[in-house]
């Protein structure tokens, strides 16, 4: 039998943009031949798969896994909607969901892991999907949170199924309160992330460069008035701190009653649990964000050539 090298599996990965587990497979499969592993990847369809990895894909599945003060999300991206309703695509984005959830949600360490019954890694499976479903299907990103005494609660908006939506929300909250009462508690702040969409939990959180360009607007536009500059410096902090109640958790209004900071929900949970109550970590999916839509108006395009 050939000698399968790395260096002969990355030449078979970058001629086919095929998973290296199916690369080394194939070059196993034919003697370290690159021409033949080239045509055995394409006779079990996953050269095709890769073909189809340029397309932008935006819809699918947030998934969702939980055990115990741990939990994790992931994020596989398809092409149309209506591959979110395969109930291939969905045993696959729940299996992914539970292997996250093992290895803590690491990315890199989740597409190395191994896809139970298949003898693939979890990124050769979903390219394996590819072949079977016709269109290019990613998985994007996954993340995990644990407490070690506490809770991490967990929200799925418009839910497709059990475990599976278009948006997911984890949050940890360290206590050494009633498990029941932090989990309602949990639950509740966790549909206040899917529906406020916080940047962060305090203030100190807050990524360092945004704060300061915000400063830098908002005192741009208070010079603006022609105010003395110690007014100006007040116009400023004024209006940074509408800023931090749009987009820091605790100075949030609490979407469940409409009146109280999330901060003073905390501080009431602390004195019915008698014990302190931290949110310690957050995490927020939405399905496609970040990612850009193409919009292919092709009748447009056309007519803009003619002129």
């Known amino acids: 039998m050939a000698d399968i090298t790395a260096a002969l599996v990355k030449q ?20 370290g031949d690159i021409e033949a592993a080239v045509d055995w990847l394409r006779k079990q369809g996953l ?6 990895a340029g397309r932008v894909a935006t819809e699918g599945l ?35 969901a539970s292997l996250a959830l093992a290895c803590g ?13 298949t003898g693939r890694d979890v990124d050769s499976e979903i390219k394996q999907l590819v072949s079977t479903i016709g269109e290019n299907i990613s998985l994007r990103r996954s993340v995990g949170l644990s407490v ?22 984890l949050v940890a909250i360290s ?42 607007v908002l005192r741009d536009q208070a010079e603006g008035s022609g105010k003395p500059a110690e007014i100006v410096e007040k116009m400023v902090e004024g209006r940074l701190r509408k800023y931090y109640e749009e987009f820091v958790l605790l ?6 009653d409409g009146e109280s900071k999330v901060s003073a929900v905390l501080e009431q949970a602390a004195k019915d649990t008698g014990t302190a109550v931290k949110i310690t970590g957050m995490q927020r999916f939405e399905l496609g964000e970040g990612i850009e839509r193409k919009n292919e108006d092709f009748a447009s395009e056309v007519a ?3 002129k």
């Not at 890199?108 to 191994?114: C, F, M, Q, S």
């Not at 309602?184 to 360009?213: C, F, T, V, W, Y």
């Not at 100075?251 to 469940?256: D, R």
């Open 12 to 31: 078979l990965r970058e001629k086919t943009g095929v998973g290296m587990m199916d690369c080394k497979k194939a070059l196993g499969e034919t003697s």
């Open 47 to 52: 050269a095709a798969a890769a073909k189809k």
């Open 62 to 96: 947030i998934g969702l896994s939980t055990s115990g003060s741990a939990a994790a999300l992931v994020e596989v991206n398809s092409e149309t909607d209506f591959v979110s309703r395969n109930p291939d695509f969905q045993a696959v984005v729940l299996e992914t």
């Open 105 to 117: 949600g690491h990315i890199d360490k989740l597409r190395a892991t191994d896809y139970p019954g």
């Open 148 to 169: 070690e005494k506490g809770v991490v609660a967990s929200y799925l908006h418009a839910a497709a199924a059990p475990g599976l939506g278009r948006i997911g929300v």
């Open 175 to 216: 206590s050494e309160g009633d498990a029941d009462a932090l989990n309602q508690l949990g639950h509740q702040l966790a549909m206040h992330i899917a529906a406020a969409n916080p940047k962060s939990i305090s203030i100190a959180d807050l990524n360092a460069d945004d704060l300061e360009r915000e400063r830098n």
């Open 251 to 256: 100075n949030q209004t609490f979407i469940i």
């Open 304 to 306: 803009a050539q003619l």
